[in-house]
């Protein structure tokens, strides 16, 4: 992997306490402080264009997500989302031919102690890294396709979708 381009759109694993209310917002992308503290021997660039929750990302936002990728040479792609409409997100981006793209986010903010964020972008580093071009989803341990692939919100993880 020459260089990972990192594409953020906001979700659960960059959200911090807002005020005493305990209301979440989305603040700066988390992905970079993480790798740059993890020591990675590889390069990347994080762009980021979104801070949504990702209940409030719409076809535009897909659009622009889509576009944002489609123009940079970087083959290997990591994208930072809510989980709630990863899936969506992830068959808009399936179109998009030759390079391998892999979606990540978190069950808990990332700031957060016990925070899934760290696991998840280390499996996603590692997918992006040895799978063939496509669009994959690295949650819960585990490398998914977005076609058959749901979050269950009731047990708050991915599962088979079927």
């Given at each position: 992997?020459?260089?990972?381009?990192i594409v953020t759109t906001?979700?659960?694993?960059?959200?911090?306490?807002?005020?005493?209310?305990?209301?979440?917002?989305?603040?700066?992308?988390?992905?970079?402080?993480?790798?740059?503290?993890?020591?990675?021997?590889?390069?990347?660039?994080?762009?980021?264009?979104?801070?949504?929750?990702?209940l409030h990302i719409d076809?535009?936002?897909?659009?622009?997500?889509?576009?944002?990728?489609?123009?940079?040479?970087?083959?290997?792609?990591?994208?930072?989302?809510?989980?709630?409409?990863?899936?969506?997100?992830?068959?808009?981006?399936?179109?998009?031919?030759?390079?391998?793209?892999?979606?990540?986010?978190?069950?808990?903010?990332?700031?957060?102690?016990?925070?899934?964020?760290?696991?998840?972008?280390?499996?996603?580093?590692?997918?992006?890294?040895?799978?063939?071009?496509?669009?994959?989803?690295?949650m819960n341990g585990r490398?998914?396709?977005?076609?058959?692939?749901?979050?269950?919100?009731?047990?708050?993880?991915?599962?088979?979708?079927?």
């Open positions: 992997m020459d260089n990972l381009l906001g979700g659960t694993i960059d959200k911090v306490y807002f005020d005493d209310k305990s209301d979440f917002q989305v603040g700066e992308p988390q992905i970079g402080r993480i790798l740059e503290e993890l020591g990675v021997a590889f390069r990347f660039s994080v762009i980021p264009i979104l801070r949504k929750d990702s076809a535009a936002d897909r659009a622009l997500v889509r576009a944002t990728i489609e123009a940079q040479d970087t083959r290997h792609v990591l994208v930072t989302h809510g989980t709630d409409s990863m899936v969506e997100t992830a068959r808009v981006l399936a179109a998009i031919a030759g390079k391998t793209i892999v979606l990540t986010g978190a069950l808990n903010p990332a700031r957060f102690r016990g925070s899934d964020a760290e696991f998840n972008i280390g499996c996603a580093v590692g997918a992006v890294q040895s799978l063939p071009p496509g669009v994959y989803i690295a490398i998914w396709d977005p076609a058959k692939v749901r979050k269950n919100v009731d047990a708050n993880r991915f599962e088979a979708a079927g």
